[in-house]
């Protein structure tokens, strides 16, 4: 008995021995698990790695890893290097990248792997049953990955890309209709018998008769060694229902470019800029005139001369071998006209065209039709033909190329952004759905979508069996749709109750209950017997930013209050290529961007109404003030999708 009791005695002082020296082992794993993770998120703000991107290659990603190892490091671990996290030695510590799908990379990689250094853990009663030492080991992975705004913030409407910066109005009652040699769908021929192919002189009849169209210039196609970066032209040839103002167009140096190959085009000036202006964008008129591409649209406000912000020009142009002309187009306060530069650049395509070229999205007929649609119809086909002789008679309209995506702001019809058609969970239709995702948001969540290396950039997403690569329309109320379908016509009515009186349970987006007026000296604005939020953004301004700072480069979250966030002005929009909010087809998002709904501006404070033009019941004019999202906080609690350089801030998160 006492020989049995001795055993049994030896073993429990064994197992207990074991259970102290095992939950030793246990503590020190946390703390290393701790390490790791500090780790991983801390130095994962430089992701994604990028071999050519000094502070973001492995060997700083490297040396931050190891700052923050050795900062929390654990008893029993040795100092952690940068090299030695990139030796490839498990034992002392690693960092290795990979891709989101956990393969391995080498270069643009968005996760990483670290490894803590081993933390040697000595046994003390334990080494009685012959195990003396453990080491521990733990492991974190992180992700960066791209925020997007919450669907509650988004509210139903969309904008160009042009108009994705400064002042943007909506107009919900028909507004200022432009002529149709201004607006930018595609424009049926004139049924007058007898048309003239091709660019020979000769009167052409044109889609609308137009007494500014006066010619001048060399209109040919052809390629030349040495551009000149300037060329003198009367501009109505081009497009003949636009007049010509007395601004002009200039570059530091020519513009030419490889067929099929992309450009970006910098340090673009317009000058001589009237006192009225709104906006301008630079236009290229393909080298016979039949198609025009928008680009670069800027808000100009007091800015004269305009400093053309940089933008990228791609196969939508390079594609079509020749002399493209380049424009400046502004447009006009108040009653928008258009006036087109007293001269043009003229962007030279070197080369053979491709072939075969790239199609849009398909069509129904090729029968080009009256209809006010902007999908894609039969335009004469871009050629760099040899000789072109000057002619002072009038030319057709150009339709906008229907692969020239980045779209001014210049020209919209009526307004610079259109209403959503967004489903809902609830199934509601018509003027209530539209109310409902004004007053709370849209109840499911949109992605960007994102175009492949090498696909043809469209506006359009396509429908029935022609969708392009990737297209989830936004034809159903769940997450992960990123094609959205506009709608032509902006309800007054029903905008009234989504921003004041409500609808069903919810009050109205702008009543205070959803937000008070923080803004000083601002009381709330009162709508019957509505009390609505009535701040500015300017209130919100931080370390001497201005609003028109949160629409130039160089916007960080320093420049809001973080508190900007809980106004319920601040709404989120998708950003598509679209150039008018008459299009009503599924269209990619882009991006999303904030806007603040308010009539405040970079010139002028923001009047009675404060952007929501009220008539009774209806609201007729609403307007947003678009800023940079780097000004906001980045929430870390945001719904992400796959990292997207082009959606600004990032997010680092833990996921292994």
């Known amino acids: 008995m006492a020989v049995m009791i001795a055993v049994m005695a ?3 002082f064994g197992v207990s021995a074991l259970a102290v020296d095992l939950g030793n082992a246990w503590s020190r794993g946390r703390a290393v698990q701790k390490q790791a993770d500090v780790t991983a998120t801390s130095a994962g703000w430089r992701l994604p790695m990028r071999v050519s991107v000094p502070e973001a290659a492995p060997a ?12 929390n490091r654990a008893p029993g671990q040795p100092v952690a290097t940068g090299s030695a996290l990139l030796d490839g030695q498990r034992a002392n510590g690693e960092v290795s990248f990979e891709h989101a799908d956990g393969t391995a990379c080498t270069d643009v990689c968005v996760q990483m792997e670290v490894v803590a250094p081993a933390a040697h853990v000595e046994f003390g009663l334990a080494g009685v049953l012959g195990r003396t030492a453990v ?26 890309d042009g108009c994705a910066l400064g002042p943007a109005a909506a107009d919900t009652t028909g ?3 432009l002529a149709a040699t201004t607006t930018t769908t595609t424009v049926a021929p004139s ?5 003239t192919p091709g660019p020979t002189p000769g009167p052409t ?5 137009s007494p500014t169209a006066t010619a001048s210039g060399s209109g040919g196609p052809a ?5 000149s970066p300037t060329t003198t032209t009367a501009t109505a040839v081009a497009s003949p229902g636009i007049p010509v103002g007395s601004h002009r167009i200039t570059s530091p140096r020519a513009l030419s470019v490889t067929v099929g190959q992309q450009l970006s085009v910098s340090q673009l000036q317009v000058d001589s800029i009237p006192s009225n202006t709104d906006r301008a964008s630079i236009r290229f008129y393909s080298p016979d005139g039949s198609t025009y591409v928008d680009y670069a649209a800027q808000d100009v406000g007091k800015t004269n001369p305009l400093v053309v912000p940089t933008f990228t020009v791609g196969g939508e142009v390079s594609a079509t071998p020749g002399t493209w002309r380049v424009y400046a187009l502004i447009q006009a306060k108040g009653n928008a006209r258009l006036e087109i530069s007293a001269n043009h650049l003229d962007y030279v395509v070197v080369g053979p065209s491709p072939s075969p070229t790239p199609g849009p999205t398909p069509t129904a007929s090729p029968s080009p039709s009256p209809s006010a649609g902007p999908s894609p119809t039969q335009t ?14 009038p030319t057709p309209e150009p339709a906008p190329s229907p692969t020239g995506v980045p779209v001014g702001c210049v020209g919209q019809d009526r307004g610079n952004f259109g209403q959503l058609d967004s489903p809902r969970r609830d199934g509601l239709t018509g003027q209530r759905r539209l109310a409902a995702n004004i007053a709370g948001g849209l109840d499911h969540q949109l992605v960007p979508y994102s175009f492949a290396v090498g696909q043809t950039v469209t506006k359009e997403c396509g429908s029935g069996s022609s969708w392009i690569s990737g297209a989830v329309p936004d034809d159903q109320p769940l997450d992960g749709r990123n094609c959205i379908l506009g709608d032509t016509g902006n309800d007054g009515p029903a905008l009234y109750d989504g921003f004041v009186s409500g609808t069903g349970s919810r009050p109205g987006r702008l009543d205070v209950r959803n937000g008070a007026t923080t803004c000083p000296g601002r009381g709330d604005l009162v709508v019957g017997s509505v009390r609505l939020n009535n701040d500015v953004l300017s209130c919100f301004l931080r370390n001497g930013a201005t609003l028109d700072s949160l629409t130039r480069t160089g916007v960080s979250a320093t420049m809001l209050a973080p508190e900007v966030v809980d106004s319920p002005r601040l709404v989120w929009l998708p950003v598509v290529y679209a150039t008018d909010r008459a299009q009503k087809r599924f269209q990619p998002i882009l991006d999303f961007v904030p806007g603040f709904l308010t009539d405040e501006t970079q010139s002028s404070a923001a009047s009675a109404s404060n952007g929501l033009a009220i008539n009774g019941n209806s609201v007729k004019a609403l307007q947003v003030f678009v800023f940079d999202k780097a000004a906001l906080p980045v929430d870390a609690q945001a719904p992400t999708v796959a990292y997207d350089a082009d959606l600004g801030p990032s997010i680092v998160r833990l996921v292994g």
């Open 135 to 160: 080491d521990v080991q733990r492991v974190a992975t992180v992700r960066v990955v791209s925020p997007l705004p919450s669907p509650a913030d988004m509210v139903p409407f969309w904008l160009p």
């Open 175 to 177: 507004g200022n209709s």
């Open 380 to 393: 004469a086909s871009p050629t760099a033909t040899p000789t072109t002789t000057p002619t002072a008679t």
């Open 223 to 227: 390629a030349t060694a040495s551009p």
């Open 205 to 209: 009849p044109g889609p609308t008769s």
């Open 60 to 71: 700083a990603i490297a040396a931050d890893a190891a700052r923050y190892l050795n900062a």
């Open 10 to 12: 030896v073993v429990l």
């Open 191 to 195: 049924p007058t018998p007898s048309p």
